[in-house]
């Protein structure tokens, strides 16, 4: 099992920054992909960024490769997703995942998920 915590969602205004945290427990994370996904009311779950635990590589999208940025702190076991230049259409939840060995931008495939925290931009 690996337990998944996430933090540092809120209310922003367009154009401002935001930090979400994820902290991850529970076993050794090398094995393991941790990402980020999040959801938009009536939407699907979607893909925003991934790393790879054991080498650091990072999978993202070109949609918010510009803004967005993952990122780790191995021995605090935490991901973070640095958001920059905030939109309105960036409001969702947004959730930390993990699973084992290589990313996937569908939601399906990942094992562990954190509980969400709600990032809400305004305009």
């Known amino acids: 099992q690996v337990q998944l915590v996430e933090s540092g969602g809120g209310l922003v205004q367009a154009g401002k920054s935001l930090q979400l945290s994820c902290a991850a427990s529970?076993?050794?994370?090398?094995?393991?992909?941790l990402g980020w996904f999040r959801q938009a009311p009536g939407k699907e779950r979607e893909f925003v960024a991934a790393?790879?635990?054991?080498?650091?590589?990072?999978a993202d999208t070109d949609q918010l490769r510009d803004r967005f940025t993952i990122s780790r702190d191995n021995a605090k076991s935490m991901v973070y997703l640095q958001m920059n230049s905030l939109r309105p259409e960036d409001t969702a939840v947004y959730y930390c995942?993990?699973?084992?060995?290589?990313?996937?931008?569908?939601?399906?495939?990942?094992?562990?998920w954190g509980q969400g925290t709600q990032v809400t931009v305004s305009s």
């Open positions: 790393l790879k635990w054991s080498d650091g590589r990072i």
């Open positions: 995942t993990a699973r084992w060995l290589n990313p996937s931008h569908s939601s399906e495939d990942w094992t562990y």
């Open positions: 529970g076993r050794n994370l090398s094995p393991y992909v």
